[in-house]
């Protein structure tokens, strides 16, 4: 799913470019934050999905071209943990949501 991705916190659009693979967010004053690049080269889809650990910050799931989910923590300035595997066999789908 590239393009942007809704619903990770109030005001923010992630963004991401299908050439340079970079990733970012753009806040509510319009500012953008990168957040990475070079991310196209292994994934095909990312999606901010609010909190989904509890902790109060949103979290990123991305999806590898395996069909590999991954999550990465949110750490509340506008950067992210290392990347957790949370399930397999979503190479079929066409975007995650």
Request: aromatic fraction near 10%; charge should be positive; include cysteine.
């Amino acid at each position: 799913m590239l393009g942007t991705a809704r619903g990770t916190a109030a005001g923010q659009d992630w963004t991401v470019d299908p050439y340079g693979g970079h990733v970012a967010y753009v806040d509510a004053g319009g500012d953008v934050h990168k957040v990475c690049s070079k991310w196209g080269a292994s994934y095909n889809a990312i999606v901010g999905v609010g909190d989904i650990t509890g902790d109060g910050k949103p979290d990123l799931v991305a999806r590898d071209t395996a069909g590999v989910l991954y999550r990465n923590n949110g750490k509340g300035n506008g950067s992210f943990g290392g990347r957790v595997k949370i399930a397999t066999g979503w190479k079929a789908y066409k975007g995650i949501f």
